[in-house]
């Protein structure tokens, strides 16, 4: 048997989504939809300023890394107020407050000594104000916790959600540096606290500058992505040179988006934005996954039909849960990948995968049916784009059209994975999709002229039709590549007839 290493490094056609313009802070990842409200001192951001939705607070944190203290000042929306840990101090570890008047954070927080320096007159920041909220009735009660707790244990924190809860959050500085913790723990804590998006920004932080890097598993658009050490487990981190910190902020926080988290989408840990004097490093951190990408593993591997199904069930089901928009406060919105190819595509150590990369991912707005960045249209890979993308006739006003050229590129995945499953002992070499029709670093002119005016697509072998699950993986593939976008089958839909057939074949 053949097994073909046609390592091609292909790059997306635009290296730069289209982020947001600021995309200079951590800290400031999941503030960018907030509109006008208090003005706080955020040291990362644009001006030094942000400004917090309706409800927001201005945040002010200190905590001790390697040693030293670090202050991080920022703005807090409602739903981080809501869902996670930002204004609670844990002792001698960190501190966090939060305020609320214009500028309230502009003080340095000190650890152990409870000293407070006021550098300049805060704006905003006085009794005058203080009695102005008391005046507002919610606002009453959270000032006596203000008061109390910075009274009582050198922490200043008002954030509503302590009131009802007076247990410590699991998600708490001090539990997080308890040695026994491991990631899937505070996965799991994350998940069970209710916040549905990642990990308090304080924590990601501390992971990420306690992982020891071991060596590099892989190159893409943004430098290199390494194999950690975190307490004894690996991570992969995504290291962006400081030039692409736009990528690197988008990405953090597409992966950020509430209720994301799925089996079949990578899992992401932390984002740390760390300035070393000259320049800054940008790390992505996630799980790691030793067999790599899908396009390493049908290299070096082919797969029996139980394998085949695995793989394109779990990468429908990832898709599905992307695409999906989930409404409620704990809703997500609908995302398109706009890069899916097997390149971005994991391989667990089960068999099953996760869809990765989601540095190009565009959300859904349904209420305005906007989509959450300006529509830059020919982005992601050449070799794997729609038609309508190669041609321009792609209609980006209707947020369809994005799910529907990622089925395209579903499409081609699968006709990768089938390649490789072997039936009675027969499979084909593992091939790039047209790779018999285009150079190895096809321009978007290669592809239309093969995808829009021949409209070729790629061959679906005869012998495929004496197995019942690849026989419905050929079937599947045509219904993905219509150039008729409208016509092509959702994800879901895919999910349900991949995983159908599978129980058909174990019957037959
Ligand atoms: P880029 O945005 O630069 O294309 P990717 O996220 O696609 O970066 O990662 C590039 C490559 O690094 C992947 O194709 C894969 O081989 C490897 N890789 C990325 N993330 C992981 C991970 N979590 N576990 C194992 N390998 C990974
Ligand atoms: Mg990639």
Redesign the pocket.
Known sequence: MKVCLNQVDESPAMTCPRCPTVGTALIFLSVVHVSAGLKCVCQLCANHTCETGPDGACWNSVMLIDGKEEAVKSCLSPSEMRGQVFCYGSRNVSKRSCCFTDFCNNETLHLHTGRVERPARSPGWGWLELVAVTLVPTSLVCVGVLLWVYTQHGQHCVYRKALANTTEDPLDNQSLMSPDKSLKDLIFDMSTSGSGSGLPLLVQRTIARTIVLQEIIGK??FGEVWRGRWRGEDVAVKIFSSRDERSWFREAEIYQTIMLRHENILGFIAADNKDNGSWTQLWLVSEYHEHGSMFDYLNRYTVSVDGMVVLAVSVASGLAHLHMEIIGTQGKPAIAHR?LKS??ILVKRNGSAVI??L?LAVKHDSLTNTIDIPANHRVGTKRYMAPEILDDTINTGNFESFKRADIYSLGLVFWEVARRCTVSGICEDYQLPYYDVVPSDPSVEDMRKVVCDQKLRPNIPNQWQSCEALRVMGKIMRECWYTNAAARLTALRIKKTVSQSFAKDVKE
């Open positions: 893409g658009r890069d390149k971005n990765a990369d540095g």
